[in-house]
């Protein structure tokens, strides 16, 4: 059983090894949006190419994160994290010193691929290694510590930007890497799941990310490309590959493998679709879909705007939204109790009202505005909103679905959270006229930014509707009448809600214990 005390020097470095891995992963999702307006100049990038600098990291990510999770329960979620920590690691060099746009988007989809190994393991780690009692106030920690560095890192991004230039913004990730790697070899010790067993579902991932890359492509290239024949191919593809992923996840579900596969046994599916037989959890990620694709716009262009139209410096672009994290860490923990204790209709609603009236100040930034009178004003009120949703809607997500799925539950929201802002990033500046050199013209850039934002109001309206009518005030109660406490209890991430460990997990001897039988 894990026995690690979080106030002994072990305890310590265990935190100090998932904190600033997890962190490393999720600063890259943010702080490189700081940067944008510099790679795109010196790189001679469109809007497309800024597109896809954000969202190849965030494809890859939300297409194997699931399979990553599952490697690590299976062969060790130590070895998997320190895999995912050098993998990103290597990528980010590949990044740093990519000479061109397409090399840069490449390096940032095997990016992904690292975050994806590496993110799980993190909070899954803390899961296997603290003793029962002493596992609360470790999440809290992790989960608080995560949303300090949340808050420092954009602002070090502005910094890195103005003092070194971009490429340091991807650099300054390797030193971070080695240090936890040297931590985690030294101090972290081996856990997996011992009920871990058969084949990967393998074929799942990779239709997951086929689909989602297709429809990307198909989204971010289509007003360029109008009927133009590739654009059609990427989005017949993307559809083909949604269409047979539902169908391959529903035979693995049924323990059957596909045709002329004989004498074999199927793999668990990496999704069971059987987790969606809770109306309740449907709605609540249908609700996430819709908050985090609002959210993933409004944090690619709203950066993008202060310098391309505002005329801010990146250190003062970065830190902007500085106070939606200050919001986060203050308001988080105060919103999941009062959701414990009202239930989640209300607050969720409310939130989401108050977060798409932020959303329509924000959108009116523009050339003339300043910090203290324009921009303060329309992050505070949207940081107010996203406050009082993000911990309500993580815990109904838990408690909306069976226990035996609280895992998976926990990383399809997860997931889900990520493909929204995928999509949306995709479809929306393109629909709102951002494309080709858009960013090198103010004009056009605040004309679209302001339709963009609009948009994105509207999305965060209908969501409240929508949960005002799905989300029951009873959601928080399990089936066995038990109320399911946000595990967001210091902070709750903006990139996409967090992941929730299955709670059965045996530690291997330390230093290297010996991962359940792997044979198909």
């Known amino acids: 059983m894990p026995d690690v005390r979080l106030s002994t020097g072990p305890g310590r470095w265990i935190l100090l ?42 494809l890859t ?6 399979l990553g999770g599952s490697l690590g329960d299976r062969f060790g979620r130590r070895r998997i994290f320190l895999v995912g920590v050098a993998w990103f690691a290597v990528a980010s060099v590949l990044c740093g010193i990519a000479p061109n746009v397409e090399a840069l988007i490449l390096s940032r989809a095997l990016q992904g691929v690292g975050g994806a190994l590496l993110t799980p393991g993190s909070l899954a780690i803390i899961q296997a290694s603290f003793a029962a009692d002493d596992r609360p106030r470790a999440v809290g920690a992790w989960s608080g510590l995560g949303g300090v560095a949340g808050a420092i890192g954009p602002f070090a991004g502005g910094w890195l ?17 080695a240090v936890v790697m040297l931590v985690a070899l030294r101090h972290v010790p081996e856990s997996f799941d011992p009920q871990a067993r058969g084949r990967f579902d393998i074929l799942g991932a990779a239709l997951a990310a086929l689909a989602l890359a297709g429809t990307t492509y198909a989204l971010t290239e289509a007003p360029g490309g109008g009927a133009a024949s ?21 035979l693995r579900g049924r323990g059957r493998g596909l045709p002329g596969a004989r004498g074999r046994k199927a793999p668990q599916p990496m999704l069971p679709l059987d987790v969606f037989a809770s109306r309740q959890f449907s709605a609540v ?47 988080s923990a105060r919103a999941g109790a009062l959701a414990q204790k009202i239930g989640p209709r209300i607050p969720m609603t409310a939130g989401m009202v108050v977060a798409a009236c932020g959303m329509v100040l924000v959108g009116r930034i523009d050339a003339g505005s300043s910090y ?16 009082a949703v993000v911990a309500p809607l993580t815990a109904t997500v838990l408690a909306t679905a069976d226990v035996r799925h609280a895992g998976v539950a926990s990383g399809v929201n997860n997931a889900v959270a990520r493909a929204a802002g995928l999509l949306a990033v995709a479809a929306i500046p393109p629909l709102t006229g951002l494309t080709g050199d858009a960013f090198d013209d103010p004009g056009v850039f ?16 209908a969501g409240a509707l929508l949960t005002f009518f799905t989300v029951r005030d009873d959601a928080l109660q399990t089936p066995s009448g038990e109320a399911v406490e946000p ?25 290297g214990g010996t991962a359940p039988d792997a044979r198909t």
């Open 446 to 461: 605040s004309h679209g930014y302001r339709l963009a934002m609009v948009t994105c109001a509207a999305l965060l309206a």
């Open 372 to 387: 203290v009178r324009d921009v303060l004003p329309a992050v505070m009120v949207f940081g107010l909103g996203l406050a």
């Open 17 to 58: 090894a998932t904190v600033l891995g997890s962190s490393v992963a999720m600063l890259d999702s943010t702080v490189v949006n700081v940067a944008l307006p510099a790679l795109g100049r010196d790189l001679g990038a469109d809007i497309a190419g800024l597109q896809w600098t954000v969202n190849a990291y965030t």
């Open 61 to 66: 990510l939300a297409g194997f994160i699931l």
């Open 230 to 250: 590739p654009v059609i191919a990427a989005a017949i593809a993307g559809l083909a590959a949604a269409v047979a992923f539902v169908l391959v996840e529903r």
């Open 161 to 177: 930007v103005e003092a070194a230039g971009w490429r340091w913004v991807f650099l300054l990730n390797v030193p971070l890497a």
């Open 487 to 511: 595990e967001c209890r210091s902070h709750c991430g903006i990139g996409a809600p967090q992941l929730q460990p299955e709670p059965e997990t045996v530690p291997a001897e330390r230093g």
């Open 285 to 331: 990620n249908l609700v996430t879909f819709i908050m985090y694709g609002a959210m993933g716009v409004l944090f690619f262009l709203f950066v993008l705007n202060l310098q391309v139209v505002g005329g801010f410096s990146p250190i003062a672009a970065g830190t902007a939204l500085l106070p939606v994290t200050v919001l986060m860490l203050l308001l």
